[in-house]
């Protein structure tokens, strides 16, 4: 088979005709939540997935899949495993309600960070960090400070230390992002040639 | 300043850049996981337009447009090293090229920060984050591979082994060496081949791959007189295949 | 890239009066509302089963549809369009991603998705199906067919399911980038030297064919095609998004001085609507179902990718961990 692609005719596809092996579970990795912030001061929402198979893979995935445009001066990773999810509320109805003021004691002091969605249809944000033993208590002490506010219709809760966070010494991986006007519709301005043309093809009727 | 030597240090440094790029350009749509294939792909991008930029440093310097420069020279009008033209391989090879490749042009660019050639220094100050990442990339993956799997292990072994005269050729030095060195455009090849060494090893050291001694290898030099493998003029013919069917029209 | 056609085609309408009553009627409520459905939402089987379906033909259509502008990303003339259509090829990998995602928030894994792909068991946009001759093929590519992707995707972001929504509304907004690349080829084609012309009047000749089957036959209206349209997952029929094309289109290549090889394209000035020489069904039929062109050729490189990358995989997996479903 001759291709017309020069990369497809190198990759020497004889050999790979035979039976295909299904892929075994995993084969793409499992995934992690990804988080950017597009602007310093602006809080982390949530972006969307990579499949990979650790954070620092992610981290390297996440980056030129959700910040390879505009602007962007950090990125959070974390395994979807390692996120604890509560119900979902609706209409003017808190899920800071339905917190129980009991939790759990079990668990060594740790740091949990908080993701609030706001509005049905759009993404979780992060609101910040508190010192808990565990998610349920987190939640507990979160519940005052949250309870009277604008309702939250369901909240991530993620220990600090499942994040990977980008270090203040890698964030000029994004310094020539707004150079990259390649990526861009605006840098594809043909308007004059398009002109041009059309008068030049005016005149020449005009002669006829 | 010695125009010369500074041309032939920018010549060689955006011939590789361009010439890496587009060998990396062509596992786009082909890589092993889609997220990689995205990433690796970025790389290709931000090589070919940093080789772009160098170019226009020339011009500004008398030479021809980049277009003209990068798509209608021959083979031996390149003074890219023969490690950036070879052909891609298997993913295996792809990475320890990578990983040998752009920690020395890591640290050349960031030894350039302070060239004495102002618009040079420039360039190599903005590009430092681009070239962190492609650093980041490569280590991650090799410091993963290269301590995970039998099969990986070997695979990126036998690549290394293959690479790594092709590498030192990276190194080759030029005939300006000394002017480039003495007017403090450039700090030279030997510097930077001990910082590469330096680094390459501590990488290295972290996986179960084994660089072996250096000294005992016999470097590829060549590609910075215009010498090159087999590999290169049906690159560049395919790279230009259109551009020359009329490189008077604007495509 | 994504065109209408086949999607709902042969799925068998089952099942509905086994679903709760009251819960259906919650869920259509919700969508009547105009509110999203969210992967924790109960929602039919049907639903689920379709959305899949429909997505997961999506996310392939992306990857398959790297390979026929692909086939030029070694040879793009200049650094302008070398850059551009490297950015472009990536981005079509990057909407698979984003598709794929959306997909396995409904519950089938990207191995499953990817397995029935390179099996043949799952169907991707027909127009890829087709070889990419020269450089004005991939022109006409960037601009035309995502042209034609943009209108089925704009139609598709105003679905009632919030991970595919949300994906597509990321993807059209790259979209925009690829449309402008396309017709700034194509303007520079069409007014440069007379080989260029040529050249891209060949193209237009080879895709118009292609190009009217990219939306699919009429629809068949049937009870399935109306519950589908009142749950916004089909949210307008192939014959609008046709028609809604060539009124964007047809004026922008006339305007070119270039022409379309249908002697009956023309619009009626009393319907508003565009009339055509019907495409070749059967054609399309062929195609689709594996006699086109390229489809061994596309279906064996993607193949191929996956076999040469399996050790990669392999390496880094991690089989003592458990799947666990995206969250949004």
Known sequence: MESLDPRVNRLNMKGFEGDLTRKVPLDQFGTFEVFVQMKEGKPYQHEGIVHAPNNEMAFVFAKEQFSRRMTCTGIFVVETRNVFVTQFTEGEDTVYNYVPDEFPQQGEKEQYEFFHLMKRGKQHEHVGAVEAKNPQEALALAKPAFINEKPVFNVWVIKTKDILFTSEEDKIIWDTLPEKKFREASDYKAGDKLKAFKENKAAQNQEK | ?251 | MYGGGNTFESVKFEGLENEDPQKLAEFEARIERGEKIEPHDWMPQLYRKQLIRMIEQHAHSEIIGALPEGTWITRAPGFKRKLALMAKVQDEVGHAQLLYSAAETLGKSREQMIDDLIEGKSKYSNIFNYPAFTWADSCFISWLVDAGAIVNQMANARGSYGPYCRALERICAEESFHLKYGHHCVIHMATGTPKQRQMMQEAIDRWWGPMMHFFGPPDKVSVHTEVLMRWKVKMASNDDCRNQFLDMYVPKIWELGLTIPDPNLRKNPETKKWEYTEPDWDEFKRVINGDGPCNKERLAVRRVAEERGKWVRQALLRPKTEYVTPLA
């Not at chain 2, 190599?124 to 980041?136: D, S």
């Open chain 2, 1 to 251: 300043m010695n125009e010369t030597a500074l041309k032939e240090l920018l010549y060689k440094v955006a011939d590789d850049q361009l010439i890496i790029g587009h060998r990396n350009s062509e596992w786009t749509g082909m890589g092993p996981l889609l997220e990689e294939d995205i990433a690796f792909s970025s790389m290709a991008q931000d090589k070919v337009g940093q080789s772009q930029a160098l170019y226009q440093l020339l011009h500004e310097l008398g030479e021809k447009q980049p277009d003209t420069i990068a798509f209608t020279r021959n083979a031996d009008q390149f003074h890219n090293c023969q490690l950036v033209e070879l052909p891609n391989g298997e993913y295996d090879f792809s990475l320890i090229r990578h990983f040998l490749f752009d920690t020395a042009e890591a640290i050349r660019f960031d030894m350039l920060t302070t060239s004495s050639y102002t618009p040079l220094a420039q360039l190599a100050k903005k590009i430092q984050g681009e070239l962190r990442y492609h650093t980041m990339h490569a280590n991650t993956w090799i410091k993963q591979l290269g301590s995970a799997t039998e099969e990986s292990i070997s695979r990126l072994q036998s690549s290394l082994d293959k690479a790594l005269p092709y590498a030192l050729g990276i190194f080759e030095p030029s005939p300006y060496e000394q002017e480039l060195i003495a007017e403090g455009i450039f700090a030279g090849e030997e510097a930077l081949k001990a910082k590469w060494t330096e680094k390459v090893t501590e990488v290295l050291s972290q996986t179960r791959l084994e660089i072996g001694d250096l000294s005992a290898i016999d470097p590829k030099f060549g590609g910075r007189q215009g010498k090159h493998t087999e590999h290169l003029q049906p690159l560049l013919d395919e790279m230009s295949e259109v551009f020359r069917i009329d490189p008077a029209a604007e495509w």
